[in-house]
């Protein structure tokens, strides 16, 4: 049984191009979080989705991010007009949901912007 | 607002000692608290999770106790190891239907020399 996993592992953007950093939920699983991680700082909750529905982005950026999570696919974070203080660990996480839910994580996408 | 803090945010030891881990919260109505390990560019793995009506969970040499009206948990480590060495995160999950969303710590980094 395969874990979460995200890619790219390692991604890197000049200033002002698009990142979509993906993320497959544990087979099974039906609820991501996406989690960022700034460097020398604790992970920082962003977004939590279910199948279609965002259920909670009060840790998302204003602006120039989104995330989703379709019917079919992985979970994707898109960030536009990258900018250096976007360079971070983007982490996903997975859960079953139910009311004992663990949330499963992924190996995270490390982001440079040039 | 939660929030969580670890101290030491730091600790070196020699292999084969005990030692202990500290987290406090500052909002004491939560769901659940976990302990994360995170390696040096690798994702997490969960360690132990408490609910929020137990008193603590127990894995090998891991023990991870809660208190939660004093908004409290230690994970203890018993007869360290050099494979021990990590930094151990401890996140809570709020008590909110909805609120699945984890506050995490910004860690404890742990040293286990042979």
């Known amino acids: 049984n395969a874990g979460v996993m995200q890619n790219p592992r390692h991604l890197v953007r000049r200033r002002g191009q698009e990142a979509r950093l993906r993320c497959s939920p544990m087979?099974?699983?039906?609820?991501v979080y996406w989690y960022r991680q700034l460097p020398e700082e604790g992970l920082k909750f962003m977004v939590y989705?279910?199948?279609?529905?965002?259920?909670?982005e009060s840790g998302m950026p204003k602006e120039r991010f989104s995330a989703e999570f379709p019917k079919e696919g992985p979970s994707i974070l898109r960030i536009q007009q990258v900018v250096r203080g976007d360079s971070a660990a983007y982490f996903c996480?997975?859960?079953?949901?139910?009311?004992?839910?663990?949330?499963?994580f992924g190996p995270g996408t490390r982001l440079t912007v040039l | 607002k939660q929030e969580v803090t670890q101290i030491p945010a730091a600790l070196s030891v020699p292999e084969g000692e005990n030692l202990v881990l500290n987290c406090s919260f500052t909002?004491?109505?939560?769901?659940?608290l976990q302990w994360f390990r995170q390696d040096p560019g690798k994702g997490l793995t969960s360690l132990l999770l408490?609910?929020?009506?137990?008193r603590e969970q127990t894995s090998g040499r891991l023990n991870a106790s809660l208190d939660k009206s004093s908004g409290r948990s230690t994970l203890y480590i018993a007869a360290s190891q050099p494979g021990d060495s990590a930094t151990y995160l401890c996140?809570?999950?709020?008590?909110?239907?909805?609120?699945?969303?984890?506050?995490f710590g910004e860690g404890t980094q742990l040293t286990v020399n042979p």
């Open positions: 996480a997975s859960s079953q949901g139910s009311e004992e839910d663990t949330q499963y």
């Open positions: 087979k099974g699983h039906s609820h």
């Open positions: 989705l279910q199948k279609e529905n965002i259920i909670d």
């Open positions: 909002d004491s109505a939560i769901y659940n």
């Open positions: 408490i609910q929020s009506s137990q």
């Open positions: 996140a809570v999950r709020p008590w909110e239907t909805s609120g699945s969303r984890l506050t």
